[in-house]
Every structure is written in structure tokens, then in C-alpha cells.
């Protein structure tokens, strides 16, 4: 029996509305306002949101059902527009294809695999944090997946995993406000550094003339995008002054990938830059979960967006690492957004919603998501550790806490964390 015409129209409508907001989740990773995954040497081809205001309406008006559809129908659309850059592991997340990650494989264990058709592309040797990672090709004959697999049982006491493609959290309209002036540095300011591991940004924009930007990645050009030329200026706008921006993404689909984000962390490493914010998420990695940990263990703090999914959603990395500081958004009303992720990784909370920031050619942009609440944070913590210092950067966190404005039920919770996180002087109070 055929459906009825209306029936056919709801259908049609809600397919539009999930599409709309597939694109909304990872939407201002590139240098306009469309879907942020690229790869080497292919142009980025996903098509612009239709409008501004159905980018930051459609997250709102979602389930989790369609917050979950629409992540999956992103997965699908990367993999149809780039099928022979990038694959899925088994649940589906999209991975690099015909690459491997290893950690510090012995030689015994280099020969197997090479003897087996693999080869070496990259040795990343990790001086710095003491993480050596090797990328590896895998041979012709297998898929990426069968690879691992046999990679796994050739060497059965060694580290391999896929090399997963991070996204972004947050939407962006288009220009809603003009330029703000920056704020100017009072004399005697400390400077106050942080490492941004994301996008590239656009360094001449306004919001940045009161700011230092050191550049990294994309052998030495420059790619602005949006993402990070927003989370950048939020950075500037809470206090940083000192910016190591690392770009993982350089206008690539297979930007964002784990193997650019452990070097991007090492160079921040070797930088001694103390606080790092990392607006992006993905599915769990042994290889990224190793570095993590050595970064914390040296007293680094990793500030990371949790993510938007959904309440119900599982928990997304970094932010779900242990010792990185989880970060969800509310809106103007401190109401958690709709799509954030919830649990125990929610460190603190954050205006993620009724912001703005600045977007490309010198332009101010709304932007929603908790890639955009995770700078609040990130700034004043790095206001309060300058260093890389175990024990004070789990001071900072102390200090961060008290200060916070404890939402929903009293003490820690899975919606809030420890609370919301405002700028001193902003006029907002703990009441």
C-alpha cells in the first residue's frame, strides 16, 4: 500500500532535517560553513548548510534518535564522497583506510609485519612525551580491518590500531555580528599561552590583534578555517595571549586523524605549553590514549570538548580519558544544550550557545556547541597554570572548581560537572 502524500512529506522533511543536522555536527571545520573531515589532495566537495538559522535550530529540535542518525548519516556521506580515502572500523567510525597505527614495535616485530607486505610510512619517534608511534601501509591484499587483524596476531603482545578521523563539536551561523574590537592587554599582564590542536585559523582577523599566534602543521601553509579561527578568538576573547595553534586538519580529508593530532601534541610538548583545548571527538584509540596519558602524567592539562550526540549517547574521546578535562555547553538560561554528552567525563560547563565568535574574512559568526564552551575553560586554567606541573595542575582544577557555579544537583554530576565556569569580573555570581 502507498504511503499517503503526507505521510510521504513528514518523511521527506525529516530526512532534510537529519541531513541538515549531520552536517550541523561537524560544520565549520572548513574554510566556509560545511562538514569538516578532509583528506590529502582531494577537494573538500560536501555541500553548504541551507541556512543559518536551520543550523542552530536543527540541533535543538532533535532527538537522540536523530542526533544519532545524524552522526551515522555524516559517516556515510565521508565515506561516499571519499571512498578511497577513508574506511570504517567495525562500529563504524571512519578510519584512514590502509592504515595502521603501532605503538613502539619492536624489531622482531617491524620484520614480521614487513615480511607480510607492510610497510613503514612514518616513525614518529616521540622523544618528548616517550610515546614512539609508527604508521604503517597496509598491503594491497587486505582491507584495513583484515589488516589489523593480522597485524594483531603477528605480534600478539604489541599495540596496533586503526588511524580514526576526530570531528568537530559545534554548528556556526552565518555573519551575525560585526567584528568585535579586541580587549586591550592591561600593563602588566601575565601572558597567558595555550596550545589549540584543531583547524587552522585566520590569524589576521581582528579578534586577534591582541594575541600572539604560533602556527603549526600543513608544512608551513596556512589553511584558515572556521572551526578553529572560533575557537581560537573564544581562547583570546577568556585571556589567552599566546597561542601554538597546531592544524590537523589542512583543509584535507584526512584531517584530523589520529596520527596528526599525537604529533600536534608532541610539538605542543616540546613548546611546554601547559594547557591545550582540543575541540574535537571521536571513538576510543589505544595509540591517542597512550599519548594522553603521558601528557597528563607530565603535568599538561588536556581541556576537550564532550561532544554533541546527545544525552544518551556512549562517552567520546579525549574528553572521555582519564585526567582530560571534559567540557559540556549550556545555553543563555544554564540549561545544559540538548545535544551534549553526559557522564562522568563532564569535568565543568560552559556557555556553549547564544556566543559569538569570529569567522573568516573578519567576520562574527553565532556559534553553538560544546567545541565552543571548551575554551571558557581552557583560558582559565591556563591562567592558573603556566607550566606543565602534576601537582598544580591538579591544583588549578581545585581552584577552578571552587570558583564554579554549581548547576543541577549539589556537588560533581554527569550534567555539569563541577559547575559553570564564568569569567571573573563578568557580573555573573554563584547564585
Keep these: 500500500m502507498r504511503a499517503s502524500p503526507m505521510h510521504a512529506t513528514t518523511r521527506l522533511r525529516r530526512r532534510r532535517l537529519l541531513r541538515c543536522a549531520a552536517f550541523a555536527l561537524c560544520t565549520v571545520f572548513s574554510t566556509g560553513a560545511v562538514a569538516q573531515v578532509r583528506l590529502p589532495g582531494v577537494p573538500l566537495g560536501l555541500p553548504a548548510l541551507p541556512s543559518a538559522a536551520r543550523d542552530l535550530q536543527s540541533l535543538q529540535t532533535l532527538t537522540q534518535d536523530g542526533l544519532t542518525e545524524a552522526r551515522a548519516e555524516l559517516v556515510r556521506r565521508l565515506l561516499r564522497e571519499h ?67 593480522e597485524a594483531r596476531k603477528l605480534d600478539p603482545e604489541g599495540l596496533y590500531e586503526f588511524d580514526h578521523v576526530y570531528l568537530g563539536s559545534g554548528v556556526a551561523s552565518a555573519g551575525a555580528a560585526p567584528p568585535a574590537p579586541p580587549e586591550p592587554v592591561p600593563p602588566g599582564t601575565a601572558t597567558v599561552r595555550v596550545g589549540l590542536v584543531d583547524t587552522g585559523l585566520e590569524s589576521t582577523h581582528p579578534a586577534f590583534a591582541s594575541a600572539a599566534v604560533h602556527p603549526w602543521g600543513c608544512d608551513g601553509a596556512s589553511v584558515a578555517a572556521s572551526h578553529g579561527t572560533a575557537v581560537a578568538s573564544l581562547l583570546v576573547e577568556h585571556g589567552a595571549r599566546d597561542l601554538y595553534a597546531a592544524d590537523v586538519y589542512c583543509g584535507r580529508p584526512t584531517g584530523g586523524a589520529v596520527d596528526a593530532i599525537v604529533s600536534a601534541l608532541e610539538w605542543l610538548a616540546r613548546q611546554h605549553v601547559a594547557v591545550v ?29 564532550v561532544g554533541n550526540d546527545g ?41 556553549g550557545a547564544n556566543i559569538t565568535a569570529a569567522g573568516l574574512h573578519g567576520a562574527r559568526v553565532e556559534v553553538r556547541g560544546t567545541s565552543f564552551a571548551a575554551p571558557a575553560v581552557a583560558a582559565r586554567l591556563a591562567a592558573l597554570l603556566s607550566s606543565p606541573d602534576p601537582q ?24 555539569y560537572g563541577f559547575g559553570l565556569v564564568v569569567d571573573p569580573g563578568s557580573g555573573d555570581s554563584k547564585k
Design 392 to 415: 598544580a595542575a591538579q591544583s588549578a582544577i581545585v581552584a577552578l572548581a571552587a570558583g564554579a557555579i554549581d548547576l543541577g544537583r549539589p556537588g560533581r554530576d554527569t550534567i
Design 83 to 149: 571512498p578511497r580515502e577513508l574506511d570504517r572500523d567495525r562500529a563504524g567510525n571512519p578510519v584512514l583506510r590502509s592504515r595502521l597505527l603501532a605503538l613502539a614495535p619492536t624489531p622482531a616485530a617491524l620484520a614480521a609485519l614487513a615480511a607480510r607486505g607492510f610497510e613503514v610510512v612514518r616513525d614518529e619517534p616521540g622523544d618528548q612525551l616517550g610515546v614512539r608511534v609508527v604508521t604503517l601501509r597496509v598491503p594491497e591484499r587486505l582491507s584495513t580491518r583484515a589488516a589489523l587483524d
Design 277 to 305: 583545548n582540543l575541540s574535537l571527538v571521536g571513538p576510543a584509540n589505544g595509540i591517542l590514549e597512550r599519548v594522553v596519558a603521558a601528557l597528563v602524567a607530565r603535568g599538561h592539562l588536556l581541556v576537550a570538548a
Design 311 to 351: 544525552p544518551a549517547s556512549p562517552p567520546l574521546y579525549p574528553a572521555a580519558y582519564p585526567g582530560v578535562v571534559g567540557v559540556t555547553g549550556v545555553d543563555a538560561r544554564r540549561h545544559v544544550l540538548v545535544e551534549a554528552v553526559q557522564g562522568l567525563q563532564v569535568t565543568f560547563a560552559a556557555a
